[in-house]
């Protein structure tokens, strides 16, 4: 019935053609190439509008049920790289925690002072250095102020004597 | 892929628990905070990068002034401890430890210092006894000089 001629004018059939093309379309035994011809012909000029709305309106919903069905297949082919991505965004932050977590504890510099809770690094260190004085005891005991301590005290031990 | 991030953050939480866990000593608890609120105690806890140049990686230490009822007790967890020590100095009063520099032996490759000095047993000094934790790979010699 319809040429099997891509270069055919799309006027060059009668309407009841068209029609008998369209009722063959529904029957669903048209093929492929005769299908492309119908819906040249549908959104060409040469087309009635009423009378081919019905023919219309299937063609258009089954051309966009394609093209939806071919963005998710595609959305399925790159939904697993997504998976993977999150799942490494996620080792990644949980790394970070972890290493973070891990440096506050391996670096600490912090004193109790009286009661107050000292954070400032050069004070703590201070302390530090003390504390080490503290039981250094050969520095400590030659320290000025021992000495001074003990040249008063024998001077004020002789005095008493005297 | 849950299951790989469950193990990995299992791993971590178990290296975290491990680096916390008590080093075995019987003065650890006088440094488990205490004496945080102490007014009559300084405690300093230095780790990491400041210590660096010293060549250690853990600096404790505890001064605890006027409070004698505790000397005696903290003197006893010091000499079970220098009981241990591969190498010590020690000083006394009486029968009262003044002073002691203990080495401890070495944990995971570090060699361990107890340093000790109980000032309120000499006439000329003040109240306080003074407790020093350290942990590195400085040796003892090195350490009376690191901080003149």
Redesign the interface.
Known sequence: MVRKDNNMNLSGHSLEEWHQLVEKYFDAETTEDEEKILSRFLTSRYCPDKEFDEVKAVMGFLVTGKDIHKKRSTFKLYRKPY?WIA?AM??LI??SA?WK??DN???????????N?CTD?RE??N??????????????DNSVD?QL??IF?TINDSEQNN | MIKRILIFLLFVLISLWKAAAQDGLTISPLFDGRYNNNSNAVEVLVKGKKLAKYNLSLFRSLTLKNSPDQYRQIENMVMTDGAKAVNKETGKIGSRLFYGFFQLPSKDGKNRYLFYRNNSLSRNKSDEITLVYMEGNTTIDELKNMFK
């Open positions: 998976r799942a996620i080792v949980a790394g972890a977590i891990t504890r391996n670096n600490v510099c912090v004193a109790y002072i009286a009661g809770k690094s703590v260190m302390q530090m250095r003390l504390s080490i004085n503290n039981v250094n005891s050969v520095e400590a021992d301590k003990d005290g």
